[in-house]
Nanobody, 125 residues
Framework: EVQLVESGGGLVQAGGSLRLSCAASGFTVDDYAIGWFRQAPGKEREGVSCISSRDGSTVTTDSMKGRFTISSDNAKNTVYLQMNSLKPEDTAVYYC??????????????????WGQGTQVTVSS
């Protein structure tokens, strides 16, 4: 059973930074993706970024490119999301998720089938 445990959320002022961590375990296949999506109150889930275990390639939502960076430490089975230049609109619960990468209309994307309990990120103005 895949287990994903997030940490690192909190309250930060606009322009600040946070680093989220996701400790992952229980994978039975070698080719999978781990990433992050977020959900703000009253809004739909929004993909943030994901990373492939097979080749380390990443996918990041366009609006977050340049501010958010995903990385992994395979020795620690941990995936990180470094978030810089945070904005109030980044306020949401951030979920670590696991699944697969796929190609859609020539673009790589991630689809998830399991996720953690989430960590709250609040950005004050």
């Amino acid at each position: 059973e895949v287990q994903l445990v997030e940490s690192g959320g909190g309250l930060v002022q606009a322009g600040g930074s946070l680093r989220l961590s996701c400790a992952a375990s229980g994978f039975t296949v070698d080719d999978y993706a781990i990433g992050w999506f977020r959900q703000a109150p009253g809004k739909e889930r929004e993909g943030v970024s994901c990373i492939s275990s097979r080749d380390g390639s990443t996918v990041t939502t366009d609006s977050m490119k340049g501010r958010f960076t995903i990385s992994s430490d395979n020795a620690k089975n941990t995936v990180y999301l470094q978030m810089n230049s945070l904005k109030p609109e980044d306020t949401a619960v951030y979920y670590c998720a696991a699944g697969v990468t796929y190609n859609s209309a020539g673009q790589k994307a991630c689809a998830y089938d399991s996720w953690g309990q989430g960590t709250q990120v609040t950005v004050s103005s």
